[in-house]
């Protein structure tokens, strides 16, 4: 079986919503710090749903493709859907990861939810910190620091 997935290899080849988006509404920037991947999500958000969607992913073929599906499953929607988007999401919709790259779809995930954040606090909106917790206990399903 090969290693990723065709959706993998198209998303990577052909990744969707490149690029930056002038006068973000929220913008989420996070890294890894061991393999040196780094990820920037931009959001313009109208009437409460994810109007447009932006990244720029500096790094592996896999946060490329993780970058490109996270965008696709959360433009259109409403920012509460887009606050739960899960790592796991991004996974099964790539019909999966190989298990040391499932990291870079988390990093996939904290971009969007650091974008949102950036959101909330722009517009000084109320927000449930708990809704941004770092992934602390996902060492079970994932090593999102390997
Ligand atoms: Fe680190 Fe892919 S190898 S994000």
């Given at each position: 079986?090969?290693?990723y997935s065709?959706?993998v290899?198209?998303?990577?080849?052909?990744?969707?919503?490149?690029?930056?988006?002038?006068?973000?509404?929220?913008?989420?920037?996070?890294?890894?710090?061991?393999?040196?991947?780094?990820?920037?999500?931009?959001?313009?958000?109208?009437?409460?749903?994810?109007?447009?969607?932006?990244?720029?992913?500096?790094?592996?073929?896999?946060?490329?493709a993780?970058?490109?599906?996270?965008?696709?499953?959360?433009?259109?929607?409403?920012?509460?859907?887009?606050?739960?988007?899960?790592?796991?999401?991004?996974?099964?919709?790539?019909?999966?990861?190989?298990?040391?790259?499932?990291?870079?779809?988390?990093?996939?995930?904290?971009?969007?939810?650091?974008?949102?954040?950036?959101?909330?606090?722009?517009?000084?909106?109320?927000?449930?910190?708990?809704?941004?917790?770092?992934?602390?206990?996902?060492?079970?399903?994932?090593?999102?620091?390997?």
């Open positions: 079986m090969a290693l065709e959706k290899m198209d998303h990577f080849r052909n990744p969707r919503n490149v690029g930056i988006i002038e006068n973000a509404d929220g913008i989420g920037e996070v890294g890894n710090a061991k393999c040196g991947d780094i990820m920037k999500v931009y959001l313009k958000i109208e009437d409460d749903i994810i109007a447009d969607v932006k990244f720029e992913t500096f790094g592996c073929g896999s946060a490329i993780s970058s490109s599906m996270a965008t696709e499953l959360i433009k259109g929607k409403p920012v509460s859907e887009a606050l739960s988007l899960t790592n796991q999401a991004v996974v099964e919709a790539l019909d999966g990861l190989p298990v040391h790259k499932v990291h870079c779809s988390v990093l996939a995930e904290e971009a969007v939810k650091k974008a949102l954040l950036d959101y909330y606090k722009r517009n000084g909106m109320t927000y449930d910190p708990q809704q941004f917790e770092d992934h602390e206990n996902c060492g079970s399903c994932c090593d999102h620091n390997a």
